[in-house]
């Protein structure tokens, strides 16, 4: 038996010994108020349409689209973010639809507002690729360049009429350089100073896209590798957030979130505003197919990854779990 007196008298430990004790010296506490749901939201469907890449995510039709935004009121959620499905005949070259006011994103907007009024904070994808016939986030030239500059005003007027809906606040996510200052003058100039914008600031140009493309029905050929970031850089990712957050963002995001938990960190260090981060549907497809063969403790693991993207510093969480995470909590 060792000598009592050679023993550490320093025992973490001690903190671990029960559920209680973890749970009274845990640094990282999720709360349902910081997860936002991400929904879809598609013309032309009488039933919600399953998404095969994404188990248990749905294309939702507008009346299941209000139940599940009640169903986030009364889980506590932080908000719902919504993204608009139109039919592919009804894509065009600029994506149109996007700012239509008979749109299915507007459409979908104007239901979960009066659904859930201030209760709920509701709001909008403000990017073209879901209804450009192309796929791309922008204005592509005949040389095949997205062109920024021309992108800028169909995203000021795609914010308009997503505030016009009912949107507390817009999500500009197509890497534009200017956007955030574009949408805040088109804002500001139509009356709607009180709507917010949550920038995707460092948004990557990353292989875990794959689901959500499908549940978009989006038309990309090719890839998005001239305008959303390099996954090989870090000190971009916090220049465009503070680039965002001079432009008047209320919010920046890094999206993936579980993958670039380093960039996260840095961001939420120097970030003025609230940071958010997106965990993206190729994080929840991996996790749900290595589930479903029994590799993984499911609920442990989508747990555990939440966590850890708070712990790296996110004060608001983008996930399809949201509601289930919220369940547990």
């Known amino acids: 038996m060792s000598d009592p007196v050679s023993l550490p008298t320093i025992r ?5 010994r029960s559920a209680a004790m973890r749970n009274l010296t845990a640094e990282t506490h999720v709360h349902p108020s910081q997860l936002i749901l991400p929904v879809f939201v598609r013309d032309g469907i009488d039933e919600p349409t399953p998404i ?3 188990p248990g995510v749905v294309q939702h039709t507008l009346s299941s689209l209000v139940h599940e935004a009640e169903r986030v009121r009364e889980a506590g959620l932080g908000g719902i973010m919504l993204f608009g499905v139109p039919r592919d005949g009804d894509k065009d070259e600029v994506g149109s639809p996007a700012w239509a006011s008979d749109g299915i994103l507007n459409r979908g907007l104007a239901a979960v507002r009066q659904a859930v009024g201030e209760d709920t904070v509701v709001m909008a994808d403000t990017c073209l690729d ?7 986030c922008g ?3 005949d040389e095949g360049i997205v062109d920024n500059d021309a992108t800028l005003p169909l995203y000021a007027r795609m914010a308009v009429s997503q505030a016009r809906a009912g949107a507390h606040v817009v999500a500009p996510s197509g890497m534009m350089d200017g956007q955030v200052r574009v949408i805040r003058d088109a804002l500001d100039a139509e009356g709607f100073t009180d709507v917010a914008i ?3 600031s460092a948004k990557y ?6 689901p959500f493309r499908e549940a ?3 038309s990309l050929t090719g890839d998005r590798k001239t305008y959303q970031q390099d996954p090989r850089n870090r000190r971009e990712g916090v220049r465009e957030a503070l680039l965002d957050i001079d432009e008047s963002a209320d919010f920046v995001m890094v999206k993936p979130a579980g993958y670039y938990l380093d960039v996260l960190r840095e961001v939420a260090d120097v970030s003025a505003v609230p940071v958010a981060a997106y965990q993206v549907s190729g994080e929840y497809a991996m996790v749900e197919a290595a589930a479903a063969r029994g590799w993984i403790d499911r609920e442990r693991v989508i747990d555990e990854s939440v966590t850890s993207i708070v712990r790296a510093g996110a004060d608001q969480v983008l996930t399809y779990w949201a509601l289930e995470v919220a369940g547990r909590l």
């Open 139 to 141: 204005v592509v030239t």
């Open 198 to 200: 949550m920038a995707y």
């Open 205 to 210: 140009a990353s292989g875990f896209f794959g």
């Open 130 to 136: 879901e209804f450009t016939s192309h796929g791309h």
């Open 216 to 218: 978009v029905g989006c």
């Open 12 to 16: 973490p430990r001690r903190a671990r």
């Open 52 to 54: 095969s890449s994404l």
